[in-house]
């Protein structure tokens, strides 16, 4: 037999290949329990999980905890709006007085008759 040395190609493509099968293969054919395999039939499935007495008071303090946080995460987004706004009309307000203020020096140069030159 000879030997061959492989690529990182073939050996990424056997990689995912095996993962391919490892998911397509469920885990139920890969495994056999002791029962199956002496031919018994499988144990009924659990009934569900009925919530505990106590998990109702707990549900109650978690989606209480929750509003509260919705309400700290709105007051937070609002003090960031009203901070930009603020901050926007202060920009807004500086951009306008120093606009008049070059206005006013654009005129003092402009005052004069302007001149052609023949």
Known sequence: MSEQLISRRGAFSLLGLAAALGFALPTTMLTESDAEAQGAAPAAPAPTAQPMPG??????????????????????????????????????????????????????????????QK
């Open 55 to 116: 998990m109702q008071h707990d549900m109650q303090h978690g989606m209480q905890q929750g509003q509260e946080q919705q309400t700290r995460q709105e007051k937070r987004r609002e003090a960031r709006r009203n901070a930009r706004t603020k901050h926007r009309q202060a920009r807004n307000a500086a951009r306008m007085k120093h606009r008049e203020a070059r206005g006013k020096s654009d005129k003092l140069f402009m005052k004069g008759d302007v001149t052609k």
